[in-house]
Protein backbone atom coordinates (compact mmCIF):
# COMPACT_ATOMS: atom_id res chain seq x y z
CA UNK A 1 0.00 0.00 0.00
CA UNK A 2 0.97 3.55 -0.31
CA UNK A 3 2.52 5.64 2.41
CA UNK A 4 -1.15 7.11 3.02
CA UNK A 5 -2.73 3.88 3.54
CA UNK A 6 0.13 2.56 5.76
CA UNK A 7 -0.21 5.60 8.38
CA UNK A 8 -3.79 5.11 8.41
CA UNK A 9 -3.66 1.06 9.23
CA UNK A 10 -0.99 2.16 12.17
CA UNK A 11 -2.86 4.95 13.57
CA UNK A 12 -6.26 3.04 14.10
CA UNK A 13 -3.95 0.13 15.06
CA UNK A 14 -1.53 1.96 17.73
CA UNK A 15 -5.13 3.13 19.37
CA UNK A 16 -5.70 -0.55 20.27
CA UNK A 17 -2.94 -2.62 20.91
CA UNK A 18 1.39 -2.21 20.63
CA UNK A 19 1.21 -5.80 19.51
CA UNK A 20 1.08 -5.22 16.38
CA UNK A 21 1.74 -7.52 12.75
CA UNK A 22 2.32 -5.26 9.41
CA UNK A 23 1.27 -7.10 6.10
CA UNK A 24 1.84 -5.96 2.53
CA UNK A 25 -0.84 -7.90 1.10
CA UNK A 26 0.50 -8.75 -3.11
CA UNK A 27 -2.44 -10.34 -5.09
CA UNK A 28 -1.73 -12.63 -8.58
CA UNK A 29 -3.41 -11.74 -11.68
CA UNK A 30 -6.16 -11.62 -12.47
CA UNK A 31 -6.71 -11.06 -8.66
CA UNK A 32 -4.32 -7.82 -8.46
CA UNK A 33 -6.73 -6.29 -11.38
CA UNK A 34 -10.13 -6.84 -10.45
CA UNK A 35 -12.01 -5.29 -8.17
CA UNK A 36 -13.37 -7.88 -5.11
CA UNK A 37 -16.09 -9.65 -5.69
CA UNK A 38 -15.64 -10.60 -9.25
CA UNK A 39 -13.55 -14.15 -8.61
CA UNK A 40 -13.59 -16.22 -5.59
CA UNK A 41 -10.75 -16.02 -2.79
CA UNK A 42 -7.93 -18.54 -2.47
CA UNK A 43 -5.23 -18.48 -0.43
CA UNK A 44 -3.09 -19.46 -3.22
CA UNK A 45 -3.92 -16.11 -4.84
CA UNK A 46 -1.58 -14.14 -2.21
CA UNK A 47 2.18 -13.39 -2.94
CA UNK A 48 2.92 -12.92 0.27
CA UNK A 49 2.94 -15.15 3.42
CA UNK A 50 0.42 -15.68 5.93
CA UNK A 51 1.73 -15.28 9.63
CA UNK A 52 1.14 -19.08 10.95
CA UNK A 53 3.01 -18.60 14.70
CA UNK A 54 -0.63 -17.22 16.15
CA UNK A 55 -4.32 -16.45 15.46
CA UNK A 56 -5.27 -13.04 15.02
CA UNK A 57 -7.89 -11.16 17.24
CA UNK A 58 -8.16 -8.12 14.91
CA UNK A 59 -7.24 -7.19 11.23
CA UNK A 60 -7.47 -4.08 10.16
CA UNK A 61 -6.94 -3.31 6.13
CA UNK A 62 -6.66 -0.34 4.20
CA UNK A 63 -7.21 -0.17 -0.04
CA UNK A 64 -8.81 -2.39 -2.43
CA UNK A 65 -6.16 -5.10 -2.62
CA UNK A 66 -6.37 -6.05 1.42
CA UNK A 67 -10.10 -6.52 0.97
CA UNK A 68 -9.25 -9.87 -0.54
CA UNK A 69 -6.61 -10.46 2.30
CA UNK A 70 -9.33 -9.31 5.14
CA UNK A 71 -12.21 -11.73 3.27
CA UNK A 72 -9.99 -14.86 3.53
CA UNK A 73 -9.07 -14.30 7.21
CA UNK A 74 -12.58 -13.77 8.14
CA UNK A 75 -13.69 -17.14 6.81
CA UNK A 76 -10.17 -18.60 8.16
CA UNK A 77 -10.44 -17.36 11.47
CA UNK A 78 -14.40 -17.35 12.67
CA UNK A 79 -14.01 -15.45 15.65
CA UNK A 80 -11.68 -12.16 14.00
CA UNK A 81 -13.25 -8.95 13.96
CA UNK A 82 -11.92 -7.19 10.50
CA UNK A 83 -12.05 -3.69 10.40
CA UNK A 84 -11.53 -2.07 6.71
CA UNK A 85 -10.47 1.75 6.63
CA UNK A 86 -12.04 3.61 3.29
CA UNK A 87 -14.74 2.21 0.97
CA UNK A 88 -14.06 -1.34 0.36
CA UNK A 89 -16.31 -1.17 -2.78
CA UNK A 90 -18.06 -4.35 -1.76
CA UNK A 91 -20.97 -5.02 0.60
CA UNK A 92 -20.15 -3.83 4.28
CA UNK A 93 -21.34 -7.37 5.38
CA UNK A 94 -17.77 -8.60 4.83
CA UNK A 95 -16.61 -6.62 7.88
CA UNK A 96 -17.29 -6.05 11.15
CA UNK A 97 -16.44 -2.26 11.37
CA UNK A 98 -15.92 0.17 8.15
CA UNK A 99 -14.35 3.38 9.06
CA UNK A 100 -14.47 5.33 6.00
CA UNK A 101 -14.22 9.09 5.43
CA UNK A 102 -17.38 11.32 4.91
CA UNK A 103 -16.24 12.42 1.16
CA UNK A 104 -16.25 8.45 0.00
CA UNK A 105 -20.14 9.14 0.98
CA UNK A 106 -20.30 5.61 2.34
CA UNK A 107 -22.41 5.18 5.06
CA UNK A 108 -24.69 2.22 7.77
CA UNK A 109 -25.31 0.28 10.38
CA UNK A 110 -21.72 -0.83 10.72
CA UNK A 111 -19.80 2.21 9.37
CA UNK A 112 -17.99 4.91 11.25
CA UNK A 113 -17.98 7.85 9.98
CA UNK A 114 -14.33 10.21 9.88
CA UNK A 115 -13.42 14.01 8.89
CA UNK A 116 -10.60 13.40 6.57
CA UNK A 117 -8.20 10.40 6.37
CA UNK A 118 -6.91 8.86 9.71
CA UNK A 119 -3.27 8.92 10.32
CA UNK A 120 -0.39 7.86 12.83
CA UNK A 121 0.39 11.83 14.10
CA UNK A 122 -0.23 11.97 18.28
CA UNK A 123 -1.79 15.65 18.79
CA UNK A 124 1.25 18.27 19.43
CA UNK A 125 1.90 21.17 21.56
CA UNK A 126 -0.18 23.92 20.15
CA UNK A 127 1.40 26.38 22.53
CA UNK A 128 4.35 26.38 20.46
CA UNK A 129 4.95 29.76 18.74
CA UNK A 130 7.12 29.67 15.33
CA UNK A 131 7.93 31.78 12.95
CA UNK A 132 7.69 28.67 10.37
CA UNK A 133 5.26 28.20 6.97
CA UNK A 134 5.40 24.67 5.46
CA UNK A 135 3.96 24.35 2.04
CA UNK A 136 3.60 20.65 1.44
CA UNK A 137 3.68 19.88 -1.96
CA UNK A 138 2.05 16.20 -3.54
CA UNK A 139 2.05 15.35 -7.38
CA UNK A 140 -0.42 14.76 -10.36
CA UNK A 141 -2.83 12.33 -9.90
CA UNK A 142 -6.07 10.76 -11.68
CA UNK A 143 -8.00 13.85 -10.09
CA UNK A 144 -5.35 16.71 -10.29
CA UNK A 145 -3.18 18.29 -12.67
CA UNK A 146 0.38 19.03 -11.22
CA UNK A 147 2.76 19.62 -14.04
CA UNK A 148 4.92 22.76 -15.19
CA UNK A 149 2.14 25.37 -15.64
CA UNK A 150 1.03 24.77 -11.67
CA UNK A 151 4.60 24.46 -10.04
CA UNK A 152 5.35 27.69 -11.53
CA UNK A 153 2.19 29.60 -10.48
CA UNK A 154 2.80 27.97 -7.25
CA UNK A 155 6.39 29.13 -6.69
CA UNK A 156 5.20 32.28 -7.71
CA UNK A 157 2.56 32.75 -4.99
CA UNK A 158 5.28 31.74 -2.48
CA UNK A 159 7.52 33.91 -4.03
CA UNK A 160 4.99 36.70 -3.48
CA UNK A 161 4.15 35.12 0.37
CA UNK A 162 7.42 35.61 1.28
CA UNK A 163 8.10 39.05 0.13
CA UNK A 164 5.66 40.34 2.12
CA UNK A 165 5.83 38.37 5.50
CA UNK A 166 9.83 38.78 5.58
CA UNK A 167 9.85 37.87 9.12
CA UNK A 168 8.66 34.11 8.56
CA UNK A 169 10.95 31.15 7.35
CA UNK A 170 9.60 29.07 4.37
CA UNK A 171 9.84 25.29 4.15
CA UNK A 172 9.19 23.42 1.41
CA UNK A 173 8.73 19.90 1.72
CA UNK A 174 7.97 17.58 -1.48
CA UNK A 175 6.32 13.82 -1.59
CA UNK A 176 7.16 10.75 -2.91
CA UNK A 177 4.35 11.60 -5.80
CA UNK A 178 6.26 14.55 -6.62
CA UNK A 179 7.57 14.32 -10.49
CA UNK A 180 11.35 15.38 -11.01
CA UNK A 181 10.14 18.19 -12.88
CA UNK A 182 8.38 19.87 -10.57
CA UNK A 183 11.17 19.11 -7.78
CA UNK A 184 13.54 21.07 -10.41
CA UNK A 185 11.38 24.13 -10.53
CA UNK A 186 11.38 24.61 -6.99
CA UNK A 187 14.61 24.16 -6.34
CA UNK A 188 15.29 26.94 -9.32
CA UNK A 189 12.80 29.41 -7.80
CA UNK A 190 12.49 28.82 -4.11
CA UNK A 191 16.06 28.35 -3.06
CA UNK A 192 17.00 31.77 -2.37
CA UNK A 193 14.15 32.04 0.26
CA UNK A 194 13.25 28.60 1.30
CA UNK A 195 14.48 25.39 2.87
CA UNK A 196 13.50 22.43 0.43
CA UNK A 197 13.45 18.59 1.18
CA UNK A 198 13.18 16.92 -2.03
CA UNK A 199 13.68 12.85 -0.67
CA UNK A 200 17.10 13.36 0.19
CA UNK A 201 18.81 12.97 3.86
CA UNK A 202 16.44 13.56 6.86
CA UNK A 203 12.21 13.64 6.30
CA UNK A 204 11.37 17.11 8.19
CA UNK A 205 7.89 16.35 7.65
CA UNK A 206 6.71 15.26 10.92
CA UNK A 207 9.06 17.74 12.91
CA UNK A 208 7.21 20.52 10.49
CA UNK A 209 3.58 19.19 11.64
CA UNK A 210 4.79 19.59 15.10
CA UNK A 211 6.40 23.33 15.00
CA UNK A 212 4.68 24.94 12.03
CA UNK A 213 2.37 27.70 12.55
CA UNK A 214 1.29 27.92 9.13
CA UNK A 215 0.53 25.03 6.03
CA UNK A 216 -0.07 25.44 2.54
CA UNK A 217 -1.12 21.87 0.95
CA UNK A 218 -1.45 21.09 -2.52
CA UNK A 219 -5.18 20.06 -3.00
CA UNK A 220 -3.79 16.65 -4.61
CA UNK A 221 -3.74 14.47 -0.76
CA UNK A 222 -6.31 14.06 1.73
CA UNK A 223 -3.88 12.49 3.90
CA UNK A 224 -1.43 15.14 3.73
CA UNK A 225 -4.41 17.88 4.65
CA UNK A 226 -5.49 15.38 7.01
CA UNK A 227 -2.44 14.84 8.95
CA UNK A 228 -1.01 18.60 9.44
CA UNK A 229 -4.50 18.72 10.73
CA UNK A 230 -3.16 17.59 14.13
CA UNK A 231 -1.24 20.60 15.05
CA UNK A 232 -4.71 22.19 15.43
CA UNK A 233 -2.90 25.42 13.32
CA UNK A 234 -4.37 27.23 10.27
CA UNK A 235 -4.36 25.35 7.10
CA UNK A 236 -4.55 26.67 3.57
CA UNK A 237 -5.13 23.79 0.55
CA UNK A 238 -3.51 24.99 -2.66
CA UNK A 239 -6.13 24.31 -5.03
CA UNK A 240 -4.90 22.23 -8.66
CA UNK A 241 -6.96 22.35 -11.47
CA UNK A 242 -9.09 19.22 -11.79
CA UNK A 243 -9.05 16.71 -14.37
CA UNK A 244 -12.44 15.52 -13.83
CA UNK A 245 -15.79 16.20 -11.42
CA UNK A 246 -15.69 14.62 -7.91
CA UNK A 247 -18.35 14.14 -5.83
CA UNK A 248 -15.43 14.29 -3.11
Known amino acids: GSQGMISQVIGLSKQISNNITQIKTELIFPWNKLQPGFLPIYKWIFKNSIPKDHKPDILISCGRKSVYFSIYCKKKFNTLINIHI ?70 EKLLKLKKNHT ?18 IINNKLSNVANIWNGEGANPYEEAIQLSSFFIITSDSTSMISEASISGKPIYVYQLPMKRKSKR
Open 167 to 184: NFQLQVITSRRTCNLVKK
Open 86 to 155: QNPKISARNFNYIVSPNHDNFFGNNILNSIGALHHFNKTNQNIKSKLITCIVGGNNRHYYFGYKEANLLC
